[in-house]
């Protein structure tokens, strides 16, 4: 059906050529319908790229861009239930959504009404940033394409085909520095009616990676710059010596009675000693 269309335009776009070319006609004549030719050639340009993808990579809505889609859509993704996902979060266009550098996220772009058809996403840096290969995709997935003829510092994705899809994904990683604004631009094509488009821009911003904070060392505890009483001050028990020990026992100092005082028996000779016996005399 594309092909048919295309070829008819593509006769009609010849014969105005061919009509302006002729030397009885004047130079507005010709102005006019080299005009008529290129713009039949852009629609011709488009009809034949919209079903393998989309064939521009350029900033806003599809309104002034010959698109075949219609010029004025439906509105914001969120009229037709279509949401953008980085992981677990949810875009919204009326705040920006923090992202860490140096991390791969995973873009899901879904429909929890009805499917679509094509799409195209478009990431752009401000202020000169460049967002250059930041959209990819991992695996030959028969949904995703990189788009190969956005301007320079512009990565882009679309699809591959016009059958209808629920989600698809593909991935973002951003390798920069820090502290940046980026813009994503989502068309999403809902069906070949006219004006089934929508539009929604969301702003991004790469974020300053933050550390957790460091417990302070400086300060030991209590426990550690106090030594416990027990440690510092000697017990009573270790200064002073028992009283056993300084103290002779009078066991010790006072000889007992039986070792000073000699016996009576000793000192006094017994009377038959001292006293010759009569019977000597």
């Not at 969301?202 to 209590?222: E, Q, R, V």
Request: proline share 5%.
């Amino acid at each position: 059906q594309h092909t048919h269309f295309t070829r008819h335009l593509l006769f009609l776009s010849l014969q105005v050529l061919d009509k302006a070319m002729a030397p009885s006609l004047s130079f507005t004549y010709l102005y006019h319908a080299i005009t008529i030719f290129l713009v039949l050639l852009n629609i011709v340009d488009f009809v034949s790229a919209n079903s393998t993808g989309s064939a521009h990579c350029d900033p806003g809505d599809l309104s002034g861009k010959f698109s075949g889609h219609g010029e004025d859509g439906r509105g914001s993704l969120a009229n037709g239930s279509i949401q953008v996902k980085f992981d677990s979060m949810t875009l919204s266009t009326s705040s920006t959504t923090s992202l860490s550098p140096n991390k791969e996220y995973t873009v899901t772009l879904e429909s929890s009404a009805s499917d679509f058809r094509g799409f195209l996403v478009r990431l752009s840096g401000a202020n000169g940033v460049s967002a250059n290969g930041v959209l990819f995709t991992e695996s030959d997935d028969g949904n995703v394409q990189s788009l190969s003829f956005c301007a320079n510092g512009i990565s882009g994705m679309t699809h591959k085909g016009a059958s209808n899809k629920s989600s698809v994904s593909f991935s973002f990683d951003y390798t920069g520095n820090a502290g940046v604004g980026l813009l994503l631009e989502v068309t999403v094509v809902q069906s070949r009616t006219s004006n089934a488009w929508y539009y929604s821009a969301f702003d991004l911003s790469i974020a300053n990676p933050t550390f957790p904070p460091i417990a302070a060392t400086s300060a030991p505890s209590a426990a550690t710059s106090a030594p416990s009483e027990a440690t510092s001050s000697p017990s009573e028990a270790s200064l002073a010596p028992s009283l056993s020990t300084l103290a002779p026992s009078e066991a010790t100092l006072a000889p007992s009675e039986a070792t000073s005082a000699p016996s009576e028996a000793t000192l006094a000779p017994s009377e038959a000693t001292l006293a010759p016996s009569e019977a000597t005399l």
